[in-house]
């Protein structure tokens, strides 16, 4: 069983930034990606940014230049380092973790921009 710890979510004012933090633990063998999704209200969930285990990395044209995406492998550990958030970047963001080929998904945290 692998469960994943987010946090760092919370409030914040356009412009500004936050970072994410969504740390597993449990039964890993191999982690093979992590990621970070977001949903809005009324919305699909999408994805924001991942990192591969060679440390590829991919964003939505929406948060490129603005969000980057980092792991620390000794810790089982992914961040998601948030910069000149906007209003749009609202939503609940998850985090998700591929471990032995398997998806796992943390509970969520609440990201809330003001304008």
């Known amino acids: 069983q692998v469960r994943l710890a987010e946090s760092g979510g919370g409030l914040a004012q356009a412009g500004g930034s936050l970072r994410l933090s969504c740390a597993a633990s449990?039964?890993?063998?191999?982690?093979?990606?992590m990621a970070w999704h977001r949903q809005a209200p009324g919305k699909q969930r999408e994805l924001v940014a991942s990192?591969?285990?060679?440390?590829?990395?991919n964003y939505a044209d929406s948060v490129k230049g603005r969000f980057t995406i980092s792991r620390d492998i000794a810790k089982n550990t992914v961040y998601l380092q948030m910069t000149n958030l906007k209003p749009e970047d609202t939503a609940v963001y998850y985090c998700?973790?591929?471990?032995?080929?398997?998806?796992?998904w943390g509970q969520g945290t609440q990201v809330t921009v003001s304008s």
């Open positions: 990192i591969t285990s060679d440390t590829s990395r």
């Open positions: 998700r973790t591929v471990v032995d080929y398997q998806d796992y």
């Open positions: 449990g039964s890993i063998f191999r982690i093979n990606a």
